[in-house]
C-alpha cells in the first residue's frame, strides 16, 4: 500500500488519519465525502513504533501540504493527531478527534466491561482465542485473526451499521508493535499532559453508543486544553460515517467544523 492517498484538489489542507493502529485505508470513505469541498490527505501509517508513526505522520504532511493544516484524527489516530499537535504546534491549525480513545487508563476497564457484555458466550470464547493466536509467536500469519478480531469489535462498537466495503490494509504486525507503546504513553499520564503543549482549537466528536467512553476524552481534555469542544453524537458507536442514524449529522458537524477555525487561534 502506498503511504498516502490524495482526493479532490489542491491546495490539501485536511488530514484524515486512520487508526488501528494497522488499520489503513479505513478512514477513505471520510476522506471521499470531504474531498467535494476540501483537499485531503489521507496518510497510511505503517512505521513499527508509536514515535515512529507521529515522525512519519510529520514526515507525510511537510511533503504533500502547506502546514498548517487540519487535522482529523479517528480512534488510534486521534492520539496520533493529538501527539503530533503537541510535539508539532505549528503544523496543526485545528485538532478533530473522532472517537478518541480514553485519555486516562481509569477508563479502560468501563469500555472492556461494554464490549463484554455486547458479545455472546460463544464470542466471548473465540475473542479470548483470538487473543492467545494473536500473541503466539509460532503463528506466522495473523491477518485472518486480526481481520476477525476487528469484525468482532465492530459488532460490540457499532448502533446500527450501515454496510461497510471499506478496503483496509490490515496489519497487524504494525498492531504489535505500536500499540502497547500507546497503551503505555497513557497508561504513564505522558499522553494526557502533552494536551497542554497544544497550542490550537480542539473538537473532539464521539456517539453515545461507543463502547470507548466519552467522559474518558471529555472530562480530561477539559482539563489540560486550552480550547476544547466536544459534541456527543446520538445513536452513534464507534464509526460515526458508518452509523445509519448520525452520519448525516456526523458529516454536517464534520464540514462544519472545516470551515470555523480562525486563523488568530492558529
Known amino acids: 500500500m502506498d503511504k498516502f492517498r490524495l482526493y479532490g484538489k489542491s491546495p490539501f489542507d485536511v488530514v484524515v488519519v486512520h487508526g488501528g493502529p494497522g488499520a489503513g485505508g479505513e478512514m477513505s470513505p471520510v476522506a471521499r465525502e470531504l474531498a467535494s469541498e476540501r483537499g485531503v490527505l489521507e496518510p497510511l501509517q505503517a512505521a513499527l513504533s508509536f514515535d515512529g508513526q507521529v515522525e512519519e505522520l510529520k514526515s507525510i504532511i511537510d511533503a504533500e501540504t502547506n502546514p498548517p493544516v487540519i487535522l482529523i484524527g ?108 500507546g497503551a503505555e504513553f497513557r497508561r504513564s499520564g505522558k499522553l494526557l499532559e502533552s494536551g497542554r503543549r497544544i497550542k490550537c482549537p480542539v473538537t473532539a466528536i464521539h456517539g453515545d453508543y461507543d463502547p470507548h467512553p466519552s467522559d474518558g476524552v471529555r472530562i480530561p481534555l477539559s482539563s489540560v486544553v486550552r480550547d476544547f469542544n466536544f459534541i456527543e453524537l446520538k445513536k452513534c458507536g464507534h464509526k460515526p460515517w458508518l452509523e445509519r442514524h448520525a452520519r448525516d449529522e456526523f458529516f454536517r458537524i464534520l464540514k462544519a467544523q472545516l470551515i470555523t477555525t480562525p486563523s488568530s487561534l492558529c
Open 74 to 181: 479517528f480512534s488510534w489516530g486521534a492520539w496520533l493527531c493529538f501527539i503530533l499537535a503537541a510535539r508539532y504546534p505549528e503544523l496543526v491549525k485545528k485538532l478533530i478527534l473522532v472517537s478518541s480513545g480514553a485519555f486516562e487508563e481509569k477508563y479502560v476497564k468501563s469500555m472492556h466491561q461494554t464490549r463484554t457484555e455486547r458479545l455472546t458466550g460463544p464470542e466471548q470464547d473465540e475473542l479470548r482465542e483470538l487473543s492467545r493466536i494473536l500473541e503466539d509467536p509460532a503463528v506466522t500469519d495473523k491477518t485472518p485473526c486480526f481481520k476477525r478480531f476487528g469484525a468482532l469489535f465492530s459488532r460490540t462498537d457499532a448502533f446500527d451499521l450501515l454496510t461497510d466495503d471499506t478496503e483496509i490494509d490490515f496489519r497487524p504486525d504494525i498492531y504489535a508493535k505500536v500499540w502497547p507503546e
